[in-house]
């Protein structure tokens, strides 16, 4: 007879993965292609509200800080609604804002849109995150968070260009138009699709904002979240120039460099969730991180290093395997720190997204001040710094964990 609670008998059919996390990705899907489509907008979005490049910027900057710093505030200020009407009303928030900021006509509204924009990102995207993982059993939890955090990946790989494509068919307007339709269609399948019985947080969630990071691990985990998108982004943020600089790559080269990248996310990210449920979180957060390590030097030592005919196929290789592993690392991450506090999940999946937005914002400054020192054939040492640093914490907190296990470390064993 089987004693190990841990093996399902043969005779219990396999748990499914609920219809309704499909709904949570479009979700995630609209939010994602809004706040990342903007960056390739940013010209004509000038040009029609009549301000400079530099200002037009200051949009994604706006959208940026108000999610990281509104995201954990919001997330204690909702933690007593009911979870389904939450998200709900945060999607079709969304989509009323996105609406309104298509009719802007003036730079200070789009700019008062997006701030309003990242607030409801705030409160959707850790929500859903949360909901994800509490509608399967911690087996499924990686994979289920895969899924969310997928309609973000499908919105870099796909929605972006395509945002983009249709703006320049029918104006930046009429992407919004849409953008906010799809933000709409998913608030009415959350509504549908979500099962009614979907509580508030607990009520540990309600403590304040901050306070969940004094439990063990958690501002560890955080750190580590910053250092993952700091190292990334240092990168991401500036491979235009990287391919342009060392390969001499034109826009359709570049372009198929992004593409190849978003495919790339895509499938990481769900083997990603899916290595979670399988080998365990730690294991495959510092599998990916290693990985990111050696991605990131192999670029800028192919650069350096190699000549042009050998360095060519060996960039674009790393860039793809960068997507690959950059959004690998994500669901296991996640996984992660639901583990270090349970009760808490939409609060600590806040912070994680608030120190997402944080490294993003440091991983540009720390690339373009490497580019000033050195060049921008650089940016990938400065990247995997940020990763072995990373990779240093979470081995740290995982050689901590075996220790507190360990009959050895009490006084009697002493």
Known sequence: MNTDPTIAPQTQ???????????????????????????????????????????????????????????????????????????VASLAAFAVITLAASM??????????????????????????????????????GRALAIVTGGGTVAVALGVPLGAWIAGWGGWRTAYLLVAAVAALAAWGVAIGLPRGLASAPAAARAPSFSVTREPGVLPALLTTVLWTTGGFSFYTYIASFLSGTLGFGAQGVSAVFCAIGVAAAIGTATGGWATDRFGADRVAQGFALMLVMILAGLSFSAQMLPHGLALPLIVGLSALWGFAGWGFGPAQAVRLIRLAPDRAPMTLSLNASAIYLGIAAGSALGGMVIDLIGVSAVGWVGATCQLAGLGLMLRAAHRARAARSPSTSPLAA
Do not use: K, N
């Open 104 to 141: 802007a006509q003036g730079f200070a509204q789009l700019a008062l849109a997006r701030v309003a924009l990242g607030l409801v990102a705030g409160v959707f995207l850790p929500t859903a995150s949360a909901v994800a993982a509490s509608m399967v059993s911690p087996a499924l939890r």
């Open 13 to 87: 059919p396999a748990e499914r993965l609920p219809l309704g996390l499909a709904w949570l990705a479009l979700g995630a899907f609209a939010l994602g292609t809004e706040s990342f489509m903007v960056v390739g907008l940013l010209p004509m979005l000038a040009a029609d509200l009549q301000v400079s490049a530099t200002r037009a910027e200051q949009l994604v900057l706006l959208f940026a800080l108000s999610y990281a710093i509104g995201s954990p505030l919001m997330a204690a200020l909702c933690a007593r609604f009911g979870r389904r009407p939450l998200l």
